[in-house]
Nanobody, 118 residues
């Protein structure tokens, strides 16, 4: 199983950006999906999660600005980021709990850089 993140880049404060993550491999099902981020000199932190049933959870710092979504058929996940702030600058990592022939395991994508700057 591999996770591939995409869509990062440079955006001005107040702008929007969408990042995506796609799972590939011999997958039976995907349980919880989530986005985490790590800014320079800081620990990795939770941004948002979404269950297979569509229940979502957001960090307080992004509530009302970010929207997480998923496509259970395609095995993909998106994070729509609006009203971006400089403090949102970080490497964003996708995470999925995947059930495959190897059992139920936690997988990470390679990370995509999001930079919010004028």
């Amino acid at each position: 199983v591999q996770l591939q993140a995409s869509g990062g880049g440079l955006v001005q404060p107040g702008g929007s950006l969408r990042i995506s993550c796609a799972a590939s491999g011999s997958i039976f099902s995907i349980n919880i999906m989530g986005w985490y981020r790590q800014a320079p000199g800081k620990q990795r932190e939770l941004v948002a999660t979404i269950t297979s049933g569509g229940s979502t959870n957001y960090a307080d710092s992004v509530k009302g600005r970010f929207i997480i979504s998923r496509d259970n058929v395609k095995g993909t996940m998106n994070l729509q980021m609006n009203s971006l702030k400089p403090e949102d600058t970080a490497v964003y990592y996708c995470n999925m709990v995947v059930d495959s022939y190897r059992g139920n395991r936690n997988y990470w994508g390679q990370g995509t850089q999001v930079t919010v700057s004028s």
